[in-house]
């Protein structure tokens, strides 16, 4: 081959095409080396910036002694709450809800298996637990007794109720809970025959729209059914009595985590529907007195309660968490001194470990009695006054699954409500961001980007599963203790851990109250 012959096919070479794929490749290499250097710029005059602000700013010595990198604490801080209920916290030990409590919820709201392996995790010797006495013969499915319906306000309000369900949706309003979530749980009440309680924030859209029973809760603002002093607006509260769908009125006094001090929602949270719905400004912190403004002793809290029955004609009750016990010894004297008429039709007992989208740390920590110590109190007393019979009985705070409830029935509850077992139910994963206005799930933020992944239909499908699960399985436990209905459930049926360990026959520690009979009404 000649030296021209090489040449032109080189120049050949030269001119053939280069394949289009060989050149995009090229061009994304360029253009991301290009990026990078440009980030790798922009990244170290951020670090430069970052470290002078830290260096001057005089308000964090960890950043000022350690800039930059000082910044990471707050971030681990953060994340620390997610890394330990996945990777640290064993099963048992986290707080306020532990991991299998919260299994057990996600897995009977999404009707899994919700049976377990190898032997309970679960320590038999702590102190103050409740456990259970399993009868020898216990009865067969076959003779299991229909569910003993419950009736609140007999012979006394003009439209009693009467429910069949033990197991309700506690007091959550709409402003603390989005309006998905609101949804949700409305639609699935009304799916499985619960009731749901308003909370204090009034009556929204949201709670009619699944067309489930409601209580409707009067908190210390009167949100929803107030005159702008706080006082109770008679016409308007009529107006919510017309309802179908309210059953029920209960007059909150105080609640577990905050007792002595009213309802939070921080501002950043007060939407225009939030503020039309409590008759507030629009973006401004709603903050409920301490109390009632017109009750400020028990004869005043009697007048109350006639009042809104009166007005209503249905059945009202009464909402707090034991702090002295002598108020209930003064409670059913002042009821036995007005007549039998007068007294609450229900009583909501909450408990100092219950929960709330803000509230404190001083009284969430430290305030009140615990439920199972200040139930058998109010059981006791009521019996002692002839009234159980007359007031219906209601537990609340940190009873999520079918052992605590079944334990509060044995204690003379005669049902119980939860709040944060369902919202385990709509997907909540304990993030402790209820009042920021970040919750991850939507179900306590009114950001419409979070919300987003809140489906009400679905969810609603797993509150009804799981109010199902949880009183079919407290069915399970009172037949395995020998009896063929949750509602006879008793103090003979469970034993309690002593401060040594011990287990202790509970009739023995907290002796069934020999009622009085002043009071009897068929």
């Not at 929602?265 to 009632?292: C, F, M, Q, Y």
């Amino acid at each position: 081959m000649t030296g021209n012959d090489i040449l032109i096919a080189q120049c050949a070479i030269e001119r053939e095409p280069v394949d289009p794929l060989e050149r995009l490749v090229t061009e994304v290499l360029d253009i991301s080396s290009l990026l990078f250097g440009l980030f790798i710029v922009v990244a170290a005059v951020a670090i430069v910036i970052i470290y002078v602000i830290d260096r001057t700013q005089t308000q964090q010595a960890i950043r000022r002694n350690y800039p930059v990198i000082g910044r990471l604490r707050y971030l681990f801080e953060h994340l620390g709450v997610f890394f330990r209920q996945y990777f640290f916290a064993m099963d048992r030990e986290e707080l306020p809800l532990n991991r299998a409590e919260r299994a057990w919820v996600a897995r009977a709201a999404k009707n899994v298996d919700a049976t377990i392996a190898f032997g309970s995790t679960k320590p038999l010797n702590t102190p103050g637990s409740i456990f259970f006495l399993n009868s020898m013969f216990p009865p067969l499915d076959s003779e299991s007794a229909v569910r003993t319906p419950i009736t609140y306000g007999a012979g006394v309000a003009r439209e009693p109720y009467e429910t069949h369900a033990f197991f309700n949706i506690s007091a959550m309003s709409y402003g603390a809970l989005s309006g998905p979530a609101i949804q949700a749980l409305s639609a699935g009440a009304a799916k499985s025959g619960i009731w749901l309680n308003t909370g204090e924030g009034g009556l929204s859209p949201f709670h009619l729209s699944g067309g489930c029973d409601l209580v409707f809760q009067i908190g210390t603002a009167k949100y929803g059914v107030r005159h702008p002093d706080n006082s109770l607006n008679e016409e308007r509260l009529q107006d919510i009595a017309r309802h179908p769908q309210i059953k029920m009125f209960e007059i909150k006094l105080s609640q577990g985590a905050k007792p002595g001090k009213g309802g939070i929602l921080p501002g950043n949270k007060v939407t225009d529907v939030i503020a039309s719905t409590r008759g507030i400004p629009i973006g401004e912190d709603s903050i409920s007195p301490n109390r009632h403004v017109d009750i400020a002793n028990t004869e005043e809290l009697l007048d109350m309660i006639v009042r809104v029955r009166d007005l209503t004609g249905k059945p009202t009750g009464i909402k707090f968490v034991l702090g002295r016990a002598e108020w209930l010894e003064e409670l059913c004297l002042a009821i036995h001194a007005r007549g039998i008429d007068t007294a609450p039709d229900f009583i909501s007992l909450d408990s100092a470990d219950g929960g709330t989208g803000a509230a404190p740390q001083s009284l969430m920590d430290n305030v009140g009695l615990p439920l199972f110590s200040s139930l058998p109190q109010l059981v006791d007393q009521l019996c002692h006054y002839g009234l159980r019979d007359r007031i219906r009985v209601i537990a609340s705070g940190k009873l999520i699954t079918p052992a605590a409830v079944a334990a509060a029935l044995c204690l003379g509850a005669d049902s119980v409500n939860s709040a944060r077992g369902f919202m385990f139910s709509l997907g909540c994963i304990q993030a402790l961001q209820c009042n920021q206005n970040t919750c991850p799930t939507g179900i306590t933020t009114h950001d419409s980007k979070l919300q987003r992944g809140l489906e009400p239909i679905s969810k609603a499908d797993r509150v009804a599963e799981y109010a199902k699960h949880l009183q079919h399985e407290v069915e399970v436990m009172a037949h395995s203790c020998g009896v063929v209905d949750p509602h006879k459930l008793a103090r003979e049926h469970a034993f309690m851990v002593d401060e040594r360990g011990r287990p202790q026959p509970l009739e023995r520690l907290l002796p069934t109250p020999q009622c009085a009979s002043e009071y009897r009404r068929s």
